[in-house]
């Protein structure tokens, strides 16, 4: 079953939870993809972000985490996994990300304080730190395609990762043999964060 679910409301997400709770009396994963910015807080320079794009960019895409995260975990009694996608941008200044690399540095952070909340209660979280996939929301970033290029060119597996190793990923940090990790940002990105230059 689909439902809705506006994460900059708390109200909807509680309704979707309750959906939820309909359907099933536990869940084991949660897998938070959601990110969002203005399209003109992506391009042009960082500093002119206004500070309508830079709330709405940290609201949608780093503090739902917190909110779906808390609004889930009566539904891990028996513990579970919850698992964010982050992006590289987090860390290091890439062109015309601007106020997203920001608002994931916050959704990173939020991983570790949740790890730490969380933990005591069997839940473990995580984040996928992925290389570039051809998806429309990133599309909806200038210069995705010469990003593309540029990682595949100097990756160093020579390549970009693909959503199915994307879905790997997020099934391995969901099972037993993650079971001792928690509050990290692993990279699925085809090597490309190791590189210097």
């Known amino acids: 079953p689909v439902a809705p679910c506006d994460v900059s409301r708390d109200e909807d997400i509680t309704k979707f939870f309750d959906f939820v709770k309909t359907k099933t009396p536990r869940v ?10 203005p399209k003109e807080a992506l391009e042009g320079n960082f500093v002119d972000t206004s500070r309508e794009a830079f709330r709405v960019a940290h609201d949608i895409s780093a503090y739902s985490l917190v909110a779906v995260s808390r609004a889930a975990t009566p539904l891990m009694s028996a513990g579970g996994s919850v698992v964010t996608m982050s992006y590289y941008g987090a ?5 015309h990300y601007n106020v997203m690399g920001v608002a994931k540095a916050a959704l990173e952070a939020s991983v ?4 730490y909340d969380l933990g005591p209660k069997k839940i473990r979280v995580n984040a996928i730190s992925a290389g570039p996939v051809n998806t ?3 599309r909806g970033i ?9 990682y595949e060119a100097h990756a ?29 940002t692993l990279y699925a990105d085809a090597g490309y964060c190791v590189m210097g230059m």
């Open 142 to 150: 200038s210069g995705f395609s010469a990003m593309l290029s540029h």
């Open 28 to 37: 084991d994963l949660l897998l938070h993809s959601v990110a969002f910015a």
């Open 156 to 184: 160093p597996l020579r390549r970009n990762i693909t959503l199915e190793e994307l879905g790997a990923t997020g099934v391995f940090l969901a099972s037993d043999g993650a079971a001792g990790i928690t509050g990290q």
């Open 112 to 115: 570790r304080y949740l790890a």
């Open 91 to 95: 860390e290091k200044v890439v062109p």
């Open 136 to 138: 429309l929301a990133a």
